[in-house]
């Protein structure tokens, strides 16, 4: 039977012949169910009962940033040979700037591993702390390649440390300094360290000293 179209009362009796005098209970509350159902209204916009209004399309997340700053750590085996050294660092910094790299560091001693008994007359002059920041060029040929180095990869360039010339304080002999520096993208001195604790060594097979004594 067809029940669309038909008013409240119909629909009861209708439900009410379907269903035998022993489930009269069921057919009750079915009818009671139809009586309920047709008066219910939609609810108003004024109505707690409201539903919530359909949810618009969330904003989109806040723009995170996605550059991130990409360092490099070499490590290479120093020669008695500057040049030989100078090269390996040029083709280390090369590798870095072509991987996006914005720093480059460089272990101690990169430059030169001089010759037993060689560290003074390979040591060379420094700008002092007072005055950095300092540009090329400099008196220094090694600082001077590095600071090359630095301005063409467009790197900086922290060198763990070389062998800096100077002056004892107590009485003016020449003294080696064991010195970290650090160079900016433009090739720019903008940093200096000269190491307090310096490494020595001294046995029947092995002599070794930072000092250059």
């Excluded at 009796?13 to 008066?39: G, L, M, P, Q, Y």
């Amino acid at each position: 039977m067809n029940m669309q179209g038909m008013s409240d009362a119909e629909r009861n009796a209708a439900a009410r012949a379907r269903w035998s005098t022993n489930n009269e209970d069921v057919v009750d509350r079915f009818a009671d169910h139809f009586k309920s159902s047709s008066t219910i209204q939609p609810p108003s916009s004024s109505s707690s009962s409201a539903l919530p209004p359909t949810p618009t399309q969330p904003p989109p997340p806040a723009p995170t940033s996605t550059s991130t700053t990409k360092i490099a750590v070499a490590q290479l085996n120093s020669t008695f040979s500057k040049a030989t050294n100078l090269v390996t660092i040029f083709k280390l910094a090369a590798s870095a700037a072509a991987a996006n790299c914005s720093m480059l560091f460089l272990p101690e001693i990169a430059t030169l591993l001089p010759p037993k008994g060689t560290t003074i007359e390979n040591a060379e002059p420094i700008p002092s702390s007072s005055a950095l920041p300092f540009s090329p060029p400099f008196q220094s040929s090694t600082l001077q390649t590095l600071s090359e180095i630095a301005k063409r990869n467009n790197l900086t360039i922290s060198v763990g440390s070389i062998h800096e010339s100077g002056a004892s304080a107590e009485d003016g002999s020449p003294r080696v300094y064991n010195t970290s520096l650090l160079l900016d993208s433009s090739g720019t001195l903008i940093g200096k360290y000269r190491k307090i604790h310096l490494f020595s060594i001294d046995t029947a097979t092995t002599k070794l000293s930072e000092t250059g004594e």
